[in-house]
């Protein structure tokens, strides 16, 4: 049994994505589709003390069908205004200042041109401090076939998967009844019904960066996502 994981990278993804890379033996960076306008590929939320605040990395969009692998940063300023805004956001969080200097490293040497690079450096970091062991790979690594359904399978078939997961909003598009025929048993996940931590600046909300997580909780991060707890 293998399992496996494809989705397109993130900004500073939430706990959510952390806990489908960990869920899985390898994850897939689909990055080979097209990017889409005032999404989660570029920007995320953080928690301020004026609310949730949106940081969005600036990026080029020279076509209809530019695919996110293509898409490149407008302006290199980001790297210490969105650093800027956090650090200041999270100056009280109980870890801040275990992850500070790391982080800061992190955003200011984040100098690649290429929005996926940017989103990989940071994907991949998150992974190491949550100690995950899953391998990360790109989609360009494979022949992508046509048809979206098909070519998630075709990558499942390349690496040998027997189990397929995601989140939900995929259900809309994917075709079970065509995994069924290469038997590639489904897992749709659950985002539901995650245990609040601690946070800095009420109403809690779990649809931030895991940042906020990380900086709050630390060490126990894993606590409070569900995949480490199912082991």
């Not at 960076?29 to 605040?53: E, M």
């Not at 949550?130 to 990360?136: C, N, P, R, W």
């Not at 997961?165 to 065509?178: C, I, T, V």
């Amino acid at each position: 049994m293998k399992k496996i994981a494809i989705l397109q990278s993130n900004y500073i993804p939430w706990k959510g994505y952390f806990d489908l890379i960990n869920m899985v033996d390898e994850f897939v960076l689909y990055d080979d589709v097209q990017f889409t306008k005032n999404d989660w590929r570029n920007r995320n939320v953080i928690k301020t003390s004026q609310g949730p605040k949106w940081l969005t990395i600036p990026v080029k969009k020279e076509n209809l069908d530019q695919r996110i692998r293509d898409t490149k940063i407008s302006d290199s300023r980001w790297q210490k205004k969105h650093w800027s805004t956090i650090s200041q956001s999270y100056a009280r969080s109980a870890y801040f200042k275990d992850y500070k200097e790391g982080f800061e490293e992190l955003y200011l040497s984040a100098n690649s041109c290429y929005l996926s690079e940017v989103n990989h450096k940071f994907i991949t970091e998150v992974v190491s401090i949550l100690g995950i062991q899953t391998k990360i790979r790109w989609s360009d690594e494979f022949s992508l076939q046509p048809g979206q359904t098909e070519r998630l399978i075709g990558i499942c078939k390349d690496c040998g998967a027997s189990d397929y997961y995601s989140g939900p909003a995929a259900k809309s598009y994917f075709d079970e009844d065509l995994a069924r025929q290469e038997n590639i048993n489904v897992h749709w996940l659950d985002y539901g019904g995650y245990p609040e931590y601690t946070q800095l600046f009420p109403p809690f909300e779990h649809a931030v960066s895991a940042l906020d997580l990380l900086f709050n909780e630390g060490s126990q991060a894993s606590n409070f996502m569900k995949s480490f707890n199912d082991e």
